[in-house]
């Protein structure tokens, strides 16, 4: 691989790197308004639809991670 081509990938595993950031900060946040909510929500549709939300943005966060180890070992090779 090229420098050049080399570069490219590296960019585009920082942003993906920065997104990973993002998304953690916002399920962090998602988890702790989960955590708050008074006992009487908790086991309701919007607390079920918190807890998916989690989930779901756990999810993209694992693809991303994915994502820049591939990205890593196509650098590298």
Do not use: H
């Not at 993209?60 to 820049?68: D, F, M, P, R, V």
């Amino acid at each position: 691989m090229n420098k050049l081509r080399r570069k490219a990938l590296q960019d585009v595993f920082d942003k993906l790197s920065e997104l990973q950031e993002e998304l953690t900060s916002i399920k962090d946040e998602e988890d702790e308004s989960r955590d708050n909510m008074p006992e009487n929500l908790q086991g309701s549709e919007r607390y079920e639809q918190s807890e998916t939300a989690s989930y779901s943005i756990d999810e993209a966060i694992e693809y991303l991670s994915s994502a820049c180890d591939s990205i890593e070992s196509a650098m590298e090779g």
